[in-house]
């Protein structure tokens, strides 16, 4: 069955530390991934997208992704963390039937 | 400016009453779905239309129902038959199935 990990359920890094979050999925055929972000209260804004081609993936806000196939994962960068990026996080992945499987979420406190 | 409209923000049901989320978009987008969340388990797919006329049954449809009479609009309605409605309940839409998806800001439902 498809599924998404996210293992940590809960981060907190200093303002300027680099941040990792971690994402493992479970699919058999080539996988689209997505990583999102939501504010308290707000709905999901999608911060970068992997479909096929180049595996390190630009998005908005600073943030890059990588896909290694051979592990599974998608996770989640950024070299220095600012305090406007606490929120939570969402990674996702899209299967065939153009259903979105999403994990659980990590929650990034940012500390001054 | 094109986006997901959802209302309303806040909802109150009373206790065997029925209500209806509504879910608008100027995107020109085919395929459109809505998910609820809740803490700690990220989003769980409810239903989805990948076209107009046509919709299929989430991961958790049961106590829910939609309509898909145009391509605009994709509104949830919360029977009775749903014991545990309280949660945020999130509208998306994409171009098609597979690409990403947009989302609207979410209505928080509560029982009265």
């Known amino acids: 069955a498809q599924s998404v990990t996210q293992p940590d359920i809960h981060i907190t890094v200093s303002e300027g530390a680099s941040l990792e979050l971690r994402c493992n999925y479970s699919y058999g055929a080539t996988p689209y991934l997505f990583w999102y972000v939501q504010s308290p209260g707000q709905g999901l804004q999608l911060l970068l997208k992997y479909f096929s081609g180049d595996t390190l993936v630009q998005g908005i806000k600073g943030f890059e992704a990588e896909f290694k196939r051979s592990q599974s994962s998608f996770n989640l960068r950024k070299p220095s963390v600012h305090w406007s990026d606490a929120a939570e996080y969402f990674c996702a992945v899209g299967v065939k039937t153009g259903k979105l499987i999403f994990g659980q979420g990590t929650t990034l406190q940012v500390k001054p | 400016d094109g986006g997901i409209t959802q209302s309303p923000k806040y909802l109150f049901r009373k206790e065997g009453q029925n209500v209806t989320l509504s879910c608008e978009q100027n995107l020109n987008h085919d395929a459109m779905y809505w998910y609820r969340q809740d803490p700690g388990q990220g989003l769980r797919l409810i239903y989805y239309s990948q076209i107009v006329n046509d919709f299929q049954k989430g991961d958790i449809a049961e106590g829910y129902s939609v309509s898909r009479e145009k391509k605009e609009s994709f509104p949830l309605t919360v029977t009775s038959a749903q014991k545990n409605p309280t949660a945020f309940y999130l509208c998306?839409?994409?171009?098609?199935?597979?690409?990403?998806?947009?989302f609207g800001d979410g209505t928080r439902l509560s029982i009265l």
């Open positions: 998306a839409s994409s171009i098609t199935s597979n690409q990403p998806q947009h």
